[in-house]
């Protein structure tokens, strides 16, 4: 365990019980979000090559057209 994790882990156990559930559930959930996040980018990188060749071969057949915050993105 790093020293700042250390640090951290004697601050939140210096929190009171239900505090201290609440920091380890959202812990906890935080790691499987990055968990899911991590498998659904692994399965999908023919997809995003796919993509990304995609935008690529626009870009170069002149079809894009440069971002105008103002005009795209106006507030009417």
Known sequence: MTQLLEKAMKRV?????NEQN???S??????ESE?????LFASSQDAL???AA???AEEADGKTAELDLERDFAKN
């Open 13 to 17: 156990a210096a929190l009171p019980v």
């Open 54 to 56: 995609l935008a690529v």
């Open 26 to 31: 959202f812990i906890l959930a935080e790691l």
């Open 22 to 24: 609440a920091f380890a």
């Open 35 to 39: 968990r899911r996040w991590d498998e």
């Open 49 to 51: 090559s796919e993509m």
